[in-house]
């Protein structure tokens, strides 16, 4: 595909720059913009700014600006047009302009190859359920409460015995052995390959887009084998990027408003026997970044749900440090006497209970709180003062007065501190980390603006304020940039001089020229400085001059670039000349040159 202005405008018009940019990070609306947390620096306030008027996004701080395309292609690390295809995808806008010049790329058949492998796999552990031997399987699950609607709907299946049958199966369907192996689950025994399933209960794991990539099999008689045998990492399969049911929850949790974060699949599925699809389940894996990213994507509220045990508790406090870090809005479902899982609690004490258990929601400092009391009786004044230290962060993130209020009576009580103490030990910490710190992004966006206004013409050097102001006049006008290439030719400014260079070039191609297609048409040559030349194009005033005083403008601004250019050359010269010249000499060639540049200055 190669850069089609017409419908990348056409993408443009349909793809809201705060909708798209909402499907990666939290956006929180303040009056007519839009502001989010930084996504390419270590943003801790809110300094991306996003205009939906002009459809682009500017940080404040790192300076990283752009439109929904560089957006997607700058978050997502991939090349300009696969940004184009992306927005497409998020937007649901299809053209057969998008798969003109498509180039086939061979890793990616390979990949084909063992997706369609497992696929048909996982159709032949499907069959074997609804074989006799598939029996015990389906035993197995009616004890455990999970309806025909629950089989199909996650894909439940079978492992035949025999393990030899699927691996000849797989081979009739014209897969070799190593595509056997590269899916995981060839197991080599002395009579040959065999399913290492075999024999098991089949749950299959699907990655983000709802493809099977791997397999957990469960024993279904008592031995000494493991009670789950789980897929090995493969080309298709990383623990890393997989989290069990993401492919169902995406669909209903930007609707429900929340996800749940269990611990295993038992729990997705007593989760949707109470009619919440939106869960999805660790199955034992640290939560990684990639796993961390997926949630944000969804833009919900998190709500942590993991075993009432020591473990499952312990591993909540771990999540909710990663989550503070990484700036999630989430609660947490609260120990119930001695509830254990989701799963135990719908057996034993039914669907009523489960959903009064799951809707039992603390906030993280309530949960942090209840955590520390119940594993410690806190009778000795270290471990108090570590309680109140470990809080005191917690604290100061606390936004609205009353609600730090709260939490801080509440962290008095448990650690019997008097309360004006506590308080008075969280302002130290205050003031000492940051004392430079402005609370409130509004204020330091309305100042940096206003600052920038009263100083523009003060600082900004006569020359580079007439080459901008024609700069700005050419984003928008072809006139303007006929204008640049017969009367000005070139710019001094070196960032000025590329845009332009894009400029003409564009101008050649397209009938109409404005800021936002010329940000695209850049993007899509990757240029080094692609970040430099983007933020300046945002940070230009490219309202139009009207017409009939834009040639007077013009004319002024190059008389201007023309005239400064010539003393830049003249100081050049005038170095020159003095090489070699006596004192007295160069002290008569400086006087006439002052005299002269003064004159100059008062026409
Ligand atoms: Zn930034």
């Known amino acids: 595909m190669k850069f ?5 405008q056409e993408i443009k018009s349909r793809a809201d720059i705060v909708d798209v940019i909402s499907s990666y990070i939290n956006v929180i609306k303040k009056g007519r913009r839009y502001v989010a947390i930084c996504p390419f620096h270590d943003d801790h306030d809110p300094s991306m700014n996003i205009d939906p008027e002009k459809q682009t996004f500017t940080c404040y701080v790192c300076h990283h600006s752009g439109d929904v395309f560089t957006f997607v292609s700058d978050y997502e690390k991939i090349p300009f047009m696969d940004a184009v295809k992306k927005v497409c995808e998020i937007i649901n806008f299809d053209d057969p302009r998008l798969h003109q010049n498509e180039i086939k790329r061979p890793i990616n058949t390979d990949l084909q190859v063992l997706y369609n492998c497992i696929n048909e796999l996982q159709k032949f552990y499907r069959y074997g359920l609804e074989t006799e031997e598939g029996n015990i399987a389906l035993d197995y699950l009616s004890r455990r409460k999970i309806s025909n609607e629950q089989i199909d709907k996650f894909g439940f299946g079978y492992a035949l015995n025999d393990g030899k049958k699927a691996i000849s199966y797989l081979q009739q369907k014209g897969f070799s052995l190593k595509n056997i192996e590269d899916i995981g689950i060839a197991l080599a025994k002395t009579s040959g390959t065999s399913d290492s399933n075999a024999g098991r209960l089949i749950i299959p794991i699907f990655n983000t887009n709802g493809q099977v990539v791997a397999f957990s099999a469960r024993r279904l008689v008592d031995d000494d084998s493991p009670k789950y045998v789980n897929s090995p990492e493969t080309k298709i399969f990383r623990k890393g990027s997989t989290l069990y049911n993401y492919n169902i929850a995406k669909q209903t949790a930007r609707h429900d408003g929340f996800i749940y974060i269990v611990e295993g699949f038992m ?21 990684t970044d990639t796993h961390v990213d997926l949630l944000r994507k969804l833009n919900v509220e998190i709500r942590l ?37 989701p799963d135990e609690i719908l057996k034993n004490s039914g669907s009523d209970e489960l959903k009064l258990y799951v809707n039992s929601l603390v ?42 209020d709260d939490c801080l009576y509440k962290l008095a009580e448990a650690t019997r501190f008097n309360p004006n103490a506590i308080r008075e030990y969280v302002k130290s910490i205050k003031t000492n980390s940051d004392n430079n710190k402005t609370d409130d992004f509004v204020d330091y966006f309305d100042s940096n603006r206003a600052y920038d206004k009263k100083t523009l013409n003060k600082e900004l050097r006569r020359l580079t304020l007439a080459e901008k102001t024609v700069l700005e006049q050419m984003m928008n006008n072809k006139d303007a940039i006929s204008f640049y290439e017969r009367n000005i030719k070139y710019f001094i400014n070196e960032i000025y001089r590329q845009i332009a260079n894009y400029l003409i070039q564009f101008a050649d191609e397209s009938d109409t020229v404005n800021p936002s297609i010329i940000m695209d ?23 139009p001059i009207e017409k009939d005083k834009l040639d007077e403008v013009l004319n002024e601004c190059r008389n201007i670039i023309i005239e400064e250019r010539n003393k830049t050359f003249e100081k050049k010269n005038l170095l020159k000349s003095l090489e070699g010249k006596s004192d007295q000499e160069k002290a008569k060639l400086l006087k006439d040159y002052i005299n002269k540049t003064n004159t100059n200055d008062a026409k």
């Open 363 to 404: 906030d993280p400092f309530d949960f942090a709180l209840n955590y520390y009391k119940n594993i410690s009786p806190l009778d000795n004044i270290d471990d108090r003062k570590k309680v109140v230290s470990h809080f005191a962060p917690m604290l100061l993130s606390i936004k609205s007065k009353f609600d730090f």
């Open 521 to 543: 048409y850049i993007s899509s040559f990757e240029p080094e400085n692609k970040k430099e030349l983007l933020n300046e194009i945002v940070s230009l005033d490219t309202t």
């Open 4 to 8: 089609d202005h017409e419908l990348i």
């Open 267 to 287: 729990d997705v599925l007593a989760f949707d026997s109470i009619g919440i699809s939106s869960c999805i389940a660790l199955m034992g894996t640290k939560l």
């Open 305 to 341: 749900c993991l075993d009432g045990d020591n473990a499952g508790q312990q591993a909540m406090m771990s999540l909710m440090t990663m989550f503070d870090k990484a700036n999630l809005s989430y609660r947490l479902v609260s120990k119930v006497g001695e509830a254990k899982d």
